[in-house]
């Protein structure tokens, strides 16, 4: 096993650094400032495409976060954070995994691109406003599946809740945690205490 990340503070590579840390899988980390397509140089003969994450394991190489947490609980299971085919919460979990980029993460990059990343002169404050009330909206699913649980599936944390998690944390940064809803705020302060959780968002 030679698991690699490369990985920026607070991006989206947290979700496979939190996993792994889950997991106690040994990696290496390759920590770089962001955006590492201008920052860290060299960076883009590896990744072409420039993004956060990039992974490796042998031959294996992977961009996008949540299929890297599926990937290392599939092939370095079995582990309680996944679920087998079998479970009947099988296909909720498989849709909260990728509902997690697809519908929460996405209007929230568009946040924070209109809102920190482009210059001054650039910035759009009916974009910020938008995708934030965008994003609201698409998190009332998430209270709603709170009600009567305390995780997204099967009764325990899963990589769902990790890459779920993970956009909470993201709302929290861009200054978006004021619109949590009473579950969605008890279910973050929940997983935020996880020691794993810690660790992935202090590196």
Known sequence: MAL????????????PLWTMEEMGLDYQLEV???????????YTEINPIGTVPFFTDEQVAMTESA????????????????LTVDEPDYGLYLNW??????TLTFPQTLVLRYSQLEPEERRLPQVVEDYS?????????????????QYLCADRFTIA???????LYLAESLGLRDGFKAQTNAYYERIKARPAFVKATSL
């Open 97 to 102: 995994l990728h509902r997690s980029d697809a």
């Open 161 to 167: 809740d990790v890459s779920v998690g993970y956009a």
């Open 4 to 15: 690699k990340l490369w990985h920026c503070t607070g991006a989206r590579s947290v979700r």
């Open 133 to 149: 009330k965008w994003f609201f909206s698409r998190l009332r699913s998430l209270e709603i599946a709170l009600d009567e649980r």
């Open 32 to 42: 770089m400032q962001f955006p590492p397509r201008f920052m860290h140089s060299g």
């Open 67 to 82: 299929g890297i947490s599926q990937y290392l609980v599939d092939r370095y299971g079995p582990t309680e954070l996944a």
